[in-house]
């Protein structure tokens, strides 16, 4: 949590220029800028609001130089010495910092700003930072920059800067595990296989399993709830809440226990879709077999022919994650047993759906994940499950409400809802620099959620149902 400390005070420091001196106790923030010979500054992009920045982070009890290491070793993988001071603003101080051995870094072209940096083994990799860069001072970094006025100091600092040694690679097999090479290898022979067929089936199925992981979005368990409202009333969106929860819990922990880099990490060229962070348990094959899982048990939960309707969504989701190099075939086989697991959870806890103690429980649960492990997405499911749990109490004397398909109306209400706490966090994440208040926001949406599907819609919905 000390990044977003740090983006907090440096947020509202950055709006001055002065570079008045100050003594160590009245400094608060410490970054690090740490460049190469070719002009390209390290930085990081960050999970919550997408945005680049240099390492850095908030000075405990260490010294502004000792806190600039730590968090550029934290964030980045990466061990650095602070050479010198070479920025101050406000209380913020900035660090020639040059790296004690050699950057893994991907080789480019000479006219490429911008390579990757071998840092799935960062600490806070996946946590708070989604990917690590050299990358050149350029348009795209500015208009991407949580602080433009940064980007905007670069090339002036980078002539005083210390350039670091850097090591480039042709790919990052040697870095990897031989298991991880081994399981690319997968990825590597069913892309050759897709574009071996001939022409026109090679590019229909590259298009077919290009847009098949959307099949398995994480949107789609938003896209069910107004469904859910209005055919099954909360007991149905409570079953998409618990299997949505339980789904994003178990896959964000086995990634960031697990740790393992993705194969376009490895092997560049195996990259055909976009993505980020660990990869295994893949989320979106888990996604898949668990929203379709409940739309086949919704449509029909006695006829077997709705397997189909489970499974073949599904599958192409798991083919697609492999052949876009975002998945190796072990993560879509975890996957899937999560997605299944969960199903069947949920259809064993159905009489239970409402329950104040199971949604008070499950954020019970969930709690020592969001202390310890950083990443916000276990703060926002603890906030809902709370949340949730205090509203079902709280409704207990309207059960005839809560279990009562709501219709088009619930559906409409739904939506708009959704609709329009969505547009707050966009509007917050677009206007703050601030990781803390874009995590708050977001964590306050989550549980404004909670009480607009448990208690809002079933209220107000069965009022104008009358």
Request: proline residues 5%; hydrophobic residues 50%; contains cysteine.
């Amino acid at each position: 949590m000390h990044h977003y400390l740090f983006v907090a005070l440096l947020s509202l420091l950055t709006l001055s220029t002065s570079f008045a001196q100050e003594t160590d106790e009245t400094i608060k923030g410490a970054a690090c800028l740490v460049s190469d010979d070719q002009g390209r500054v390290l930085v990081t992009r960050d999970i919550l609001n997408n945005r680049i920045a240099i390492p850095g982070g908030y000075v405990d009890s260490d010294n502004p130089a000792d806190a600039a290491i730590r968090e550029t070793l934290e964030e980045t993988g990466i061990d650095v010495e602070a050479v010198g001071e070479i920025a101050r603003m406000g209380k913020a101080v900035l660090f020639d910092c040059r790296a004690t051995s050699p950057i893994p870094v991907l080789k480019t072209t000479a006219e490429a700003e911008k390579a990757a940096v071998a840092a799935w083994q960062a600490e806070h990799f996946a946590r708070e930072v989604r990917s690590v860069f050299l990358m050149k001072p350029n348009q795209e970094m500015l208009d991407n920059a949580r602080f433009p006025e940064q980007v905007e100091m670069f090339p002036a600092l980078l002539k005083r800067a210390t350039p670091s040694p850097i090591q480039e690679f042709d790919d990052f097999s040697a870095l990897a595990s031989p298991f991880d090479v081994w399981n690319a290898g997968i990825n590597q022979r069913f892309q050759n296989a897709i574009h071996a067929l001939p022409k026109p089936i090679a590019k229909t199925m590259a298009t077919l399993l290009d847009y098949a992981s959307a099949l398995g979005s994480g949107v789609l368990f938003f896209v069910l709830i107004p469904i859910a409202m209005a055919t099954g009333g909360l007991k149905r969106v409570a079953e998409v809440l618990l299997v949505t929860i339980l789904v994003t819990v178990v896959v964000s922990f086995g990634k960031l226990f697990f740790g393992v880099p993705r194969p376009f990490y490895v092997f560049p060229e195996l990259q055909l879709g976009a993505a980020s962070g660990f990869a295994f348990p893949s989320g979106h094959t888990a996604t898949a077999f668990a929203v379709w899982g409940l739309v086949s048990t919704w449509i029909n939960r006695a006829r077997k022919t709705t397997r189909v309707i489970w499974l073949v969504p599904a599958v192409l989701v798991a083919l697609s994650r492999v052949y876009l190099g975002v998945h190796y075939v072990t993560d879509v086989i975890a996957g899937a047993v999560i997605g299944v697991l969960v199903v069947l959870v949920a259809q064993h806890l159905a009489r239970r759906l409402l329950s104040v103690r199971l949604w008070f429980g499950l954020g019970a649960i969930i709690i020592p994940f969001a202390l310890t492990q950083i990443q916000p997405t276990f703060l926002y499911c603890a906030a809902f499950s709370f949340t949730f749990s205090a509203v079902l109490c709280l409704a207990r004397h309207q059960q005839e409400h809560l279990t009562a398909p709501m219709g088009i109306k619930g559906f409409l209400m739904t939506l708009a809802g959704m609709l329009a706490l969505a547009a707050i966090i966009l509007g917050v994440g677009q206007i703050s620099n601030s990781s803390i208040e874009i995590l708050a926001s977001y964590t306050l949406s989550t549980a404004l959620l909670a009480i607009w599907l448990g208690w809002a819609v079933p209220k107000w919905g069965a009022i104008q149902g009358k």
